[in-house]
């Protein structure tokens, strides 16, 4: 199912499958699905399961199965776990060196220095730049960022956010000590690898971006279009939340609610005026209305 729009578009979906869908998750998933096919572009379902320790192995056929029961299909499914000689080839090509400082010692190190920023999250302070604190210890691999102020920009609400990356952020870390690729690094390079050309997901990680930005620049990478679409926080009065919030799309499906309801429910929680049931069909013009909003275009009548 695809609408009219520009040719050329892939966007995605990217579930970790550490558990069941919340009704936060089925609406990015909605909004990544409508934005996909609205623009007659092609759409990739992506598990991101390289953190193996926290995967559930029947959460991924329990993600498809609530997908489809929301009405959404895609056109190709990636498997992250499958892909580490991407993401070893890359960090490759980029300047590392090994660091085996634990958090603790990088939060004591931050309090010890003067100079220290407070920011959202903790600096890393450069501990092992020179050489590894401790080199009888597994060490993670950080990346040397280059100092440079990075910025992004977000397209659904005309933001640019710039950050100066070694102030803010500090060398990144692109594998951990255990072996597990990081998540930065692992998006950047499966969104460039798959021809991936508009990321549309949470609010949450928008602050985010400009590293990646900064990733796909060292790399050579091309950078998507970025929309960042806020979380849901309520449904029907109930928090979201996995202790005592809603309850997951699983238990709604399995409980024989109409996925049609629950399609509408989404929608209104975007202001969208739908009646009770609706289909994805019928959403699709509602996209299509809202993306000619942000680009400033009258939608065709």
């Known amino acids: 199912m695809t609408g ?38 092609r759409h ?41 000689e991407l993401y070893r080839d890359a960090a490759a090509r980029l300047e590392t060196y ?22 959202e999250e ?15 210890r597994p060490a993670a691999l950080r990346w040397r960022i280059p ?3 990075v910025c992004a920009h977000d397209a659904l609400s005309g933001r640019t956010l710039c950050q100066d990356l070694c102030a803010e952020v500090g060398d990144l870390v692109l594998r951990r000590n255990d072996g597990v690729y990081a998540y930065h690094l692992a998006v950047v390079v499966d969104d460039a690898a798959s021809g991936v050309t508009d990321v549309l997901r949470g609010e949450d990680l928008w602050t ?14 091309p950078t998507p279009r970025y929309l960042h679409v806020p979380l849901m926080t309520g449904y029907r009065g109930e928090r979201l939340a996995k202790r005592g919030g809603a309850p997951p799309l699983s238990a709604l499906r399995e409980a024989g609610e109409s996925a049609a309801r629950i399609r ?11 009646p009770d049931e609706v289909s994805v069909s019928e959403l699709l013009p509602l996209w299509v209305a809202e993306w000619a909003r942000v680009e400033g275009v009258r939608p065709c009548r």
């Open 4 to 41: 009219s729009g520009e040719t050329g578009v892939v966007g995605r979906f990217a579930p970790s499958p550490t558990g069941a869908m919340h009704l936060g998750n089925a609406r990015t998933a909605l909004l990544a699905w409508l934005h996909s096919r609205a623009r007659g572009g």
């Open 44 to 84: 990739l379902l992506r598990f991101e399961d390289l953190d193996t320790g926290r995967v559930r192995p029947w959460a991924y056929d329990l993600t498809r199965r609530d997908l489809e029961w929301l009405g959404l299909d895609w056109d190709e499914e990636i498997t992250q776990s499958r892909r580490l």
């Open 98 to 119: 090994p660091c085996t400082c634990t958090r603790r010692e990088i939060r004591d190190a931050i309090h010890a220095s003067a100079g220290a920023p407070h920011g």
């Open 122 to 136: 903790p600096v890393y302070p450069g501990t092992c730049r020179e050489a590894p604190r401790n080199p009888d």
């Open 147 to 149: 100092a440079a102020q």
């Open 208 to 221: 985010a971006t400009p590293r990646q930005v900064a990733l796909q620049g060292a790399l050579g990478l």
């Open 264 to 274: 509408a429910e989404l929608a209104r929680s975007l202001g969208w005026p739908v």
